[in-house]
């Protein structure tokens, strides 16, 4: 289940970092492509990366962008969500820092705005998935206060 956001994403992300502000139209989302495509290579092209977004909105899909002045320099896509393992909770699908900002503390600083975000719609968590061997992406969830709560399994279905 998906929940709409009970206060504006805006102003909870405006009152503490200038720097963050919610991607949502076409041309945010045309902008946030080649920075979303470092993180996710599998996106074919900008139109469907839009489309898709656009199609996840529906479902409480929200992306936030970081600016180093009107460069946009990392990303990341969020939704709340409720489960019966976790309640409400905000998940993190994408986070994704440039290669050339890496290092300047980006992907914290959208970590926690998230956090805020999560904590202002009463949410019991925050959570999100890296793979087993994404040790650098590890250890930054560590130092930024993130534990491992789980292993997730999967299994690829053939589709055609």
Do not use: I
Not at 46 to 64: N, S
Not at 69 to 82: C, F, I, N
């Amino acid at each position: 289940m998906t929940h709409s956001p009970n206060h504006p994403l805006t102003s909870v992300l405006d009152l503490a970092d200038p720097a963050l502000r919610p991607l949502d139209g076409p041309r945010d989302l045309r902008s946030a492509y080649p920075l979303m495509h470092e993180l996710r290579p599998h996106l074919a092209s900008e139109a469907e990366f839009v489309a898709r977004v656009e199609r996840m909105g529906a479902q409480g899909y929200r992306l936030v962008g970081a600016f180093d002045g009107s460069m946009l320099v990392a990303l990341a896509g969020y939704r709340l969500q409720e489960n019966l393992v976790y309640g409400t909770f905000l998940y993190v699908d994408d986070l994704v820092t440039s290669e050339a900002s890496r290092g300047g503390q980006w992907g914290a600083r959208l970590l926690r705005a998230l956090d805020r975000v999560g904590r202002a719609e009463g949410c019991a968590r925050l959570v999100l998935d890296t793979g087993l061997a994404n040790s650098r992406a590890q250890r930054f969830y560590f130092r930024e206060g993130l534990y491992s709560g789980a292993l997730r399994f999967q299994k690829l279905l053939d589709t055609h």
